[in-house]
């Protein structure tokens, strides 16, 4: 039997995974706030960690893979009261959005995706235990985690709590007995979503919800928690200390694996830096799979440097991929090699590096080979369409050139980018770019604008 070795921040080091239970293997994804669309710093995540079930489902019979969506936060309120719409639509338009979205990125759907607004219950009754048990008290209407009463605290992100202090600014909140606490209810203004508790009308913090619904689908202690560099500090920090002092146990999961930033011009992509690209906005001019083929070409912990130049090479390396595997279908196992390096902690670089490999050689008549790399197409989630279906609504630069000379008119080219419109306005994407396509062959370059799409002869 193979072994996966992954990088475990509560250790600082890569670790052989062995599960709690090999015959579900339990893992936790911190999935979305769901006020706006996702960003490709939000994608990356989504992707690395989508690998990681594959992977994990060819060791293990099954794993039940949780992936959280936080439907309740001041930032879903505010979004709403600036759109002057309501919460609940705020938040149904944003999960659709956000489901499009991974389904595009070729994402397997999580077995369970629970909200946070399903779980009230199960987080008071948490809430309740830290209370009784010391770890939490109440103050003007807040209930707060008192970091001092958890020797542990600071386990994960290895600071301690004189730096967390010492480091934190002035203004505390008054009701705070020390800065570091943190808020697990806070009391709901009437116009504002709340739920009655023994604390009064309100509603919970953020990282109560991930521990009270860890805990309802996989456990006291599970196997992986997942999420990005971001949320180590304070959120995943704060998870461990209120599940490990709610059930009192000593762990809360056994593996905390966290995927580097995407840069952009080195900075970090962060709606604050206002340089985020949205998945939706990339898709009406890249596939989904190029979106997912780009953010695997680099290693899922180290930063990740994304530009559109990213996105142009990644469609040209797997329509590379995709003419190799023309005609095959899955049958047999993955590529040995291609599993050994996802194995070693998610390697997915030396993975399609190994895939180019074999791509060249199914291109100089290895059957073989092409036969391995359409096997191994599943575990990284790509080469999902057939070679023939990639190339006809992919988009492919090289294989579109076969310029067609065929007259049109002005009034048909704007009757079709007006139909190429109402398609993107659907998001259906396939049909866009069909007509983008269409117009192609007859050398008509369309150029979207803001507000307006332009075309000229090429
Ligand atoms: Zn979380």
């Known amino acids: 039997m193979n072994n996966i070795n992954l990088y475990n921040t509560l250790e600082r080091k890569l670790m052989v995974f062995n599960p709690i239970d090999s015959s579900n293997v339990r893992m936790y994804a911190c999935g979305p706030t769901v006020y706006d669309y996702i960003h490709i710093g939000n994608a990356r995540p989504l992707v690395v960690f989508d690998v990681l079930v594959r992977i994990l489902r060819t060791l293990y019979p099954k794993v039940t893979y949780v992936r959280n969506i936080t439907d309740i936060d001041d930032k879903i309120n505010n979004r709403a ?94 009701y705070k007995q020390n800065p570091g606490d943190f808020v697990l209810w806070k009391p709901s203004l009437e116009s504002l979503p709340g739920w009655d508790s023994p604390w009064g009308r309100g509603r919970p913090g953020w990282h109560i919800e991930c521990s009270a619904m860890s805990k309802k689908y996989l456990g006291n202690q599970f196997d992986i928690h997942a999420g990005g560099l971001d949320l180590i500090f304070p959120h995943h920090e704060n998870e461990i200390a209120q599940s490990c002092c709610a059930n009192n146990s000593d762990v809360m999961a056994n593996f905390w694996l966290h995927n580097g930033y995407v840069t952009s011009d080195g900075e970090k992509m962060s709606k604050s830096l206002g340089n985020f690209t949205t998945i939706n906005k990339l898709l009406l001019d890249f596939d989904g799979e190029s979106i997912r083929y780009a953010l695997l070409q680099g290693h899922y912990r180290a930063p990740l440097s994304f530009s559109g130049k990213t996105l142009t090479e990644a469609k040209k390396s797997l329509s590379r991929l995709y003419r190799s595997v023309d005609g095959f279908e899955i049958n047999g ?20 590096a190994r895939a180019h490999y074999l791509a060249e050689q199914a291109n100089k008549g290895s059957k073989e080979c092409g036969q391995q790399l359409k096997n191994s197409s599943k575990v990284l989630g790509i080469l999902s369409l057939s070679t023939n279906i990639w190339f006809k609504y992919g988009k492919d630069v090289e294989d579109n050139n076969q310029n067609l000379d065929v007259n049109i008119s002005d009034g048909e080219i704007n009757k079709l980018i007006l139909k190429r419109k109402k398609a993107k306005d659907n998001r259906d994407f396939h049909e866009a770019d069909l007509i983008r396509e269409k117009l192609l062959e007859l050398n008509i370059i369309l150029e979207d604008k803001p507000g307006i799409t332009t075309w000229r002869k090429s």
Request: glycine share 6%; hydrophobic share 35%.
């Open 333 to 352: 196992d993955p590529d040995q090699e291609i599993m050994e390096y996802l194995y070693q902690d998610l390697n997915t670089p030396k993975a399609l």
């Open 81 to 174: 009261l600036e759109k002057s719409i309501s919460i609940s639509d705020l938040t149904k338009e944003t999960i659709k959005n956000f489901h499009i979205d991974c389904k595009s990125l070729g994402n397997l759907k999580p077995d369970v995706e629970p909200k946070a607004t399903d779980h009230i219950d199960e987080i008071i009754d948490m809430i309740k235990k830290l209370i009784s048990s010391g770890f939490a008290y109440i103050s003007s209407g807040h209930v707060l985690f008192s970091v001092v009463k958890y020797k542990k605290y600071g386990v994960l992100s290895g600071r301690s709590l004189d730096d967390m202090i010492s480091g934190s600014r002035v203004e505390v909140a008054g």
